[in-house]
């Protein structure tokens, strides 16, 4: 198994910046992506952006794109979400997930609370 640790969230003014950080421990010979999800007061989950663990291919929601930039440290078997220009619809508790080869994410953070004021 994989565990993974978030770290790095906070309470920020909008504008503002977070750096997110997810540290990968155990079996992470496995991971074939990690990816950020994240879920607001009341709403679902959802996808923010991926980072494949090879090549460093990444993918991003339409509304983080150009904010939100994720990268990896693949020695420190980290990953991270640098968030600049910050939104109160940003807010919410980031979690940090890992996926193997043609398997969903089904491993995850415990999660990380981002809240930005207005």
């Known amino acids: 198994q994989v565990q993974l640790v978030e770290s790095g969230g906070g309470l920020v003014q909008a504008g503002d910046y977070l750096r997110l950080s997810c540290a990968a421990s155990?079996?992470?010979?496995?991971?074939?992506?990690m990816a950020w999800f994240r879920r607001a007061p009341g709403k679902e989950r959802e996808f923010v952006a991926s980072i494949k663990w090879s090549d460093g291919t990444t993918d991003y929601k339409d509304s983080v794109q150009g904010r939100f930039t994720i990268s990896r440290d693949n020695a420190k078997n980290t990953v991270f979400l640098q968030m600049n220009s910050l939104k109160p619809e940003d807010t919410a508790v980031y979690y940090c997930?890992?996926?193997?080869?043609?398997?969903?994410?089904?491993?995850w953070g415990q999660g990380t609370q981002v809240t930005v004021s207005s």
């Open positions: 155990g079996r992470t010979f496995s991971i074939y992506r």
């Open positions: 997930a890992a996926a193997g080869v043609y398997r969903p994410y089904d491993m």
